[in-house]
């Protein structure tokens, strides 16, 4: 049997299948690109024509409490948290990744210095973390809030010592798909005296994770941030979303204390009185076209699952593999060999991996690039079928073996890689 009907065979056994017909994914196009922009679920056009047409053209300002809009974060916060293990009241969207970082390390700062005085002003981080994750640090640096210590990934657990207030890593790495052992982790920075936050971009909708229950026995995560645009399909620049604790809800102080975070917004006082729990990371007026677009996402995950979602984008990403190999070519895997390793991602090192992707773009296979020398192919697996898996290894090989990716216009930089 050819890789081709062996992956027709496994796409007609898919439980997940009839969800690829819930996206509108253009034909033709195999897209592999679902961990940096998903695709668009059916009922999201249509949503936000009726919160425009009818909420806002229609209703006016009424909206905000006919149409509830006031607690739209808090509701779709509500529905993220169950697919990242946490309760509804612990999780709130807001924002974008780069800002609730901000937040919830400036709390977590602050945390710390009410019960040491603030001796402990480290947050530990790992080099080639996201760079929005080590530029937010930088940012606290430099206004004299943090110290930024990097520590590789098998040395972070001996970086963990009496100076380190914040342990932020990135569970799902951006550009390798390697995934941190949370559990252990967790634990360890807890045991160092340190809290956790974990950016879960990459993670929340790919995979379950267990930010409450990771620690068996123990403490959880402390907090975590993750992305509304990858995964969970809520559109260019979607919302992000961010977790506490409970048991940190009473002490969070966050630092952008705009009044949509305030106990009582419409009290208008001229004193600062934050809101109960997770909805004191509001800062501003949420951004209801794109919160209501994110729910359309969310929701489809949620229907899903995220633990069939994890078994079929493992289950993908390994037949991937085998159909390379079947079609005979040889990349170099910087993504972890064993599946349950890594994200639903798998990156490849080539010296030519721009060209390359802009080749395999060409052909409307949609995978990216990030610099300086990787190629990265998501696999995205509420809408990917094993047949574009046979299909993508095909083109890739044809790619390499024909040097189509050497021709001119596959070199030339976009803005956006
Ligand atoms: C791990 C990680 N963190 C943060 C971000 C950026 O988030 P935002 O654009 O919402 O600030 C990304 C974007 O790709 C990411 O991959």
Known sequence: MSMLERARALDAADPLAEYRERFDLPEGVIYLDGNSLGALPKTTPDRLAQ????EWGRDLIKSWNTADWISLPQRVGGKIAPLIGAQPHEVIVADSVSVNLFKLMSAALAMQARKDGA???VIL???GNFPTDLYMIQGLEKQGLATQRLAERDAIIDALDDDVALLLLTHVH???GAKYDMAALTKAAHDAGALVLWDLSHTGGAMPVALNECVAG???ADFAVGCGYKYLNGGPGAPAYAFVAERHHEALEQPLSGWMGHAQPFAFDDDYQPAPGVDRLLCGTAPILSVAALEEGVDLVAEIGVDRLWEKSQALSEFFRECLSDAGVTLDLVSPEEA???????????ENAYALCQALIARDVIGDFRAPDILRLGFAPAYLRFED???TAQALAEVLENGEWQRDEFSERAAVT
């Open 340 to 350: 349950d390793q890594r994200g639903s991602q798998l990156s490849f090192r080539h």
């Open 51 to 54: 919160v425009m047409r009818e």
């Open 218 to 220: 123990e403490e959880g």
């Open 174 to 176: 951006y550009k390798t």
């Open 119 to 121: 001796r402990r002003k």
């Open 125 to 127: 981080s790992e080099p």
């Open 389 to 391: 898996m046979a299909e």
